[in-house]
Each structure stands twice: as structure tokens, then as C-alpha cells.
């Protein structure tokens, strides 16, 4: 998590491959309060204009979040962090991010989808941003 621009504009990393695995038992459970935490930490946080920085790299399958809980974490973001969010990007995006992004893209808002960006390299991202406020974990790297 870092800050870019002249004003209070946050950029929030969110690596996948720190994600729980979907065969805990109490997976549910641990999504459930892992997003009620990334909500209060966005209302924090996001004072004006933000960005989320999606990492995929070095994610298995079993540990992204299914299609169930990225809905609803979009359902229960309020207006104020839909409308302050800048842009949305997925850094090396897996066919599987794809198709489930072309899939729900009708049903989340136009506004929303222009937001979203996909990016292959990290080479690519720090032509985006300024890299000096973004950790990226040494497995995403290599």
C-alpha cells in the first residue's frame, strides 16, 4: 500500500497467492472476514481517488476467490469507494480471471468494467505507476 500524486491517492496492492486455500474448512468462514477487513481498511484509507493493484502471478487455482465472494464484494462496496476507485489492475491475468471477468461484465456497471486493466509484466505496471510505493512478493517476481 502506498500513495501517488499530489493528493491522498492510495494505491492498494492485493496479492492472490497470500489468499487461503479453498480446501481449509473453515474457507468460508476466513473469506468472509478477510473481505470485511479489506472493506475497513479501504474506508480508512481511501480519502480521494485510489487504485487496486490485482497480482495473479504464482496464484494456483485453489487459492483465487471464486465468483461468489467477487460479487459480493462488489455488491457491498458502497458508492463512495466505487466512484473514488480510479482504476482496477490485474497484473498477470490467467485465462481464468478472463473468462470470469467477460462472463460477470453484465451485470457489474459499464463505469465499473472501463476501470479494470489488464497488464502482463511488471515491466508494463511501472510504466503505470510509480513502482517506489508497490511491494511485490519475491514468488510474483521470479
Sequence with gaps: TGYYGDGLNAIIVFAACFLPDSSR???????????LYVISTLELMVAEDYMIVYLNGATPRRRMPGLGWLK???QMIDRRLRKNLKSFIIVHP???IRTILAVTRPFISSKFSSKIQYVNTLAELR???PMEYVHIPDSIVK
Design 25 to 35: 474448512t473453515d474457507y468460508n468462514y476466513v473469506m468472509e472476514n478477510l473481505f
Design 72 to 74: 459480493k464484494c462488489y
Design 94 to 96: 490467467s485465462w481464468f
Design 127 to 129: 510504466q503505470m505507476i
